[in-house]
């Protein structure tokens, strides 16, 4: 039964290039979540997707930032024209439904690095 | 708001117990445990919801006081391999339930 998975587990973009950074959720898990990660800091919340809609973008930065959940295939993260400032490493999670306990599983992680 | 967690980091010899604390300044309906080993995904360790029980299995457990907006994570007996850097993550109370904020965290190394 695999877990969460990402890809790609290492990016290096130079400044001013897209970065895409893809989430398959757990199987019979319909509800995906992005969280990035600061060197020493927690995760911090960016958006919430269900299959073809964002329910809460509320995390996530106004400009450059984009996320999808198409009803087939994985969920992307999109960053447009990349700055140095968006090194983080970016987690993926998902949960079977969003209920009482919505518990959430998370992936390796993608370690984008901006030169 | 981030809740804080204390202490910011504990070192332990293995069979050692630690408490780590996770205290929040809004009502909380939930905190969820992480672990995460370092490059690694934090794993799921429990979530405690508002009125329900303490959790536990073997020698992790946590509580959750919903008067004073505070969570305890117990590790008893600690092992090797309980080594890593855990985290609360909360979810208040009246908002939206899926919507996790989560603590620095606290890095545990458990030495032989």
């Known amino acids: ?115 | 708001q981030q809740p804080v967690q204390s202490p910011q980091a504990v070192i332990l010899r293995e069979g050692e117990d630690a408490v780590i604390n996770c205290s929040s300044s809004k009502a909380l309906y939930s905190v969820h445990w992480y672990r995460q080993k370092h490059g690694e995904a934090p794993v799921f360790l429990m979530i405690l919801l508002k009125g329900g029980e303490q959790k536990g299995h073997e020698k992790i457990s946590a509580s959750f006081n919903e008067k004073k907006q505070q969570s305890s994570l117990y590790l008893t007996a600690s092992q090797l391999s309980y080594s890593g850097t855990y985290f609360c993550g909360t979810a208040a109370s009246g908002g939206s339930n899926y919507k996790l904020t989560f603590g620095k965290g606290t890095l545990l190394t458990v030495n032989p």
């Open chain 1, 1 to 115: 039964n695999a877990g969460v998975m990402q890809n790609p587990r290492h990016l290096v973009r130079r400044r001013g290039q897209e970065a895409r950074l893809r989430c398959s959720p757990m199987k019979g898990h319909s509800h995906v979540y992005w969280y990035r990660q600061l060197p020493e800091e927690g995760l911090k919340f960016m958006v919430y997707l269900q299959k073809e809609n964002i329910i809460d973008e509320s995390g996530m930065p106004k400009e450059r930032f984009s996320a999808e959940f198409p009803k087939e295939g994985p969920s992307i993260l999109r960053i447009q024209q990349v700055v140095r400032g968006d090194s983080a490493a970016y987690f993926c999670a998902s949960s079977p439904l969003v209920g009482v306990s919505n518990e959430q599983f998370f992936g390796p992680g993608t370690r984008l690095t901006v030169l």
